[in-house]
Each structure stands twice: as C-alpha cells, then as structure tokens.
C-alpha cells in the first residue's frame, strides 16, 4: 500500500485521510498533491465526499491508481447507504467501501455546491422536518442541514482500520 489519497471539499473527508494516516502510517495526500507524490499503477486507500451519491474523484483517482478500499464521506450516518453508494459509483463487488458520516457546514461550500446544498435544505429539508416518523439517523442528517455539525471521529474508522489489519 502506497498512500492514502482524498479529496475534500469542506474538510471533513481530509480530516478523516490524516486520521486514517495517522493510525496506519501511510503518507495523505490531496488529488492533487497525489499526481506529483504517487505513481499511476500504485496502490492506494482513496477517500472523497459524497454529493447526491457520487464519491467526488473516485472515478479519476480510479483511472490512475489501484484502489485498494473506497472511504465515501456525507452527511448520512457511517455504514450507510453502503449498497446504494456502490451501484451509484459502479464500484465493483470485491472492492471494499465504507461510508463515513462527517459533517456539513454551508460555509464551506463554495460556487455551485453551496447552491445546490441551499436548494436542498430548503427542499429536501423541509420534507424532512415535516416527517412525522423520522429515523434517529434522519434526525442527525435534518440536524446537521438546518444547523451545521461535524461527526468525525475515530470510532468511524473502526470497520476501515479492521479491514486494513486484515489484509
């Protein structure tokens, strides 16, 4: 395993690659900073953020690296949305993923991310808040729309740090 690779757009995806570098001793680079540190054909561990289900970079990380695990970061909780992730992203069945909740602070979106995200909250927001049978996790995510958060942490990392001591 050569590096563990990400991209990130309001931090949280980044901040889960260095805690994943931290715990397995490989170097963290951005997209990037990857095309200048790592070589196409070298195996890697990518993380990217979640946008209505697409893992941001997956595809061209993809195209230049072994990927040896997929860590796909949003707002939902972690280990879920793991079969709808994997079909959206066309993973293939042997290919490990693991979805990560981080967070969601509208202030660090920018161009049309922040104006896609408002459109949502608003819409999708809305719909939510007026659910009357909401799940604890449909909670977490209607929390973080209307008031921001970040739920990264270790304990997310349990199942990739598993799998990873496992190979």
């Known amino acids: 395993m050569k590096a563990i690779v ?60 072994r990927i040896a695990a997929v860590c796909a970061v949003g707002i939902r909780a972690t280990g879920s949305q793991v079969d709808e ?19 969601f602070d509208i202030n660090k979106l920018s161009g049309v991310y922040k104006i896609m995200m408002n459109t949502m909250i608003k819409t999708g927001g809305k719909k939510l808040a007026e659910k009357e049978d909401r799940t604890p996790d449909e909670d977490s995510v209607l929390d973080m729309m209307m008031n921001g958060g970040n739920h990264v942490s270790e304990e997310n990392l349990e199942d990739v740090m598993e799998w990873y001591e496992g190979r």
């Open 6 to 65: 990400y991209t990130s757009n309001a931090e949280t995806t980044k901040e889960y690659a260095e805690m994943l570098g931290e715990k397995t001793g490989l170097p963290v680079y951005s997209a990037s900073q990857a095309n200048r540190k790592v070589s196409p054909g070298d195996e890697i561990i990518y993380l990217g953020w979640l946008m209505a289900g697409s893992i941001k970079g997956y595809k061209e990380a993809a195209k230049i690296y």
């Open 85 to 103: 992730t994997r079909k959206k992203n066309k993973l293939p069945k042997d290919l490990p993923l693991f979805t990560l909740q981080g967070g």
